[in-house]
């Protein structure tokens, strides 16, 4: 049973990747997605990235770094992404996913992506930081996970901060909707939030519901420096107080650098329409 379901959710697809890809760089365009630090990402696996997660309904962030990564390392490295469960319950879209190195969130799958030599994306605030409401735009919110701490720690990889900036500008989040993804059983998915979003054209939507025309919004990522955790070993994964110290280090990293860039662009919409006008 695990090998059945090992074969069904690590099905990266270089062929379709390749073709992927420049869409993924066009829609980056859209946002004027920016990746800085490009040269920080490793040739290869083990690694560990870390992102902020941002924009439930247009999510430029995750494309713009898979097209660097691609760029930089080709179609046949892949760059496995761990994504929300729900998203794989569904026909087809399940499926389109896994082909792009995506997968399920959760330590098995990290494991056996670290395991395969596979840079792993992770985003451990989730749904909860995706549906931070817009007025928490500029905060980076973890939601307190460590899993992926005590993962680097025991598997001895490297751990390289990545922000993304303007994202959660590309639709308007009103509020988390905990009550709304109670009342679904989204728990069973392990998913605590059901954000109400506005959205261009549908208005105030429940839930990542695509939008057809993203506000458009300069993106800025940061590929951060990794962090200097090499000192410490596997059994420190065990170390409530080591646990703690490595994610108020990382979490002030990922801070620090969306203070950085939310000055530099403190109205992404603004710049974006006014590179547009410019274009033009």
């Known amino acids: 049973m695990a090998e059945a379901q090992e074969a069904v959710e690590f099905q990266h697809d270089p062929e379709f990747l390749a073709r992927i ?15 800085r630090g490009v040269e920080r990402l490793p040739d290869s ?8 997660h941002s924009g439930p309904n247009s999510d430029p962030d995750t494309p713009a770094l898979m097209a660097a990564w691609y760029r930089k390392n080709g179609v046949d490295n892949p760059l496995v992404v761990l994504s929300f469960d729900v998203i794989f319950e569904i026909p087809r879209i399940g499926d389109f996913f896994r082909r792009l190195a995506q997968v399920p969130a959760n330590q098995r799958n990290a494991n056996a992506a670290l395991d395969r030599g596979a840079a792993v994306l992770v985003y ?8 931070r409401p817009w007025t928490e735009r500029n905060r980076i919110d973890l939601a307190g996970n460590k899993g992926f701490i005590k993962l680097a720690l025991r598997r001895g990889v490297p751990v390289i901060p990545v922000v993304g900036h303007g994202g959660h500008e590309s639709s308007i989040v009103l ?5 709304i993804a109670k009342a679904l059983g989204l728990h069973r998915f392990r998913t605590y939030s059901m954000p109400l979003t506005f959205t261009i054209p549908w208005g105030v939507v429940v839930g990542p519901i695509p939008s057809l025309l993203p506000i458009p919004a300069k993106v800025t ?14 059994e420190d994964a065990e170390n409530p107080e080591v646990l703690e110290h490595c994610y108020q280090e990382i979490q002030s990293v990922m801070q620090s650098t969306l203070d950085d860039l939310a000055k530099e662009h403190p109205y992404p919409v603004l710049t974006r329409l006014q590179g547009l006008l410019k274009r033009d």
Do not use: I
């Open 21 to 35: 890809v420049p869409l993924m760089e066009k829609y980056g365009r859209y946002f004027d997605s920016e990746v």
């Open 45 to 52: 696996g083990p690694v560990l990235l870390v992102g902020n």
């Open 124 to 131: 451990p605030g989730g749904a909860e930081e995706m549906a």
């Open 175 to 179: 509020t988390r909707g905990r009550r």
């Open 221 to 234: 990522m940061q590929v951060c420096e990794p962090m200097s955790w090499s000192h410490l070993g596997p």
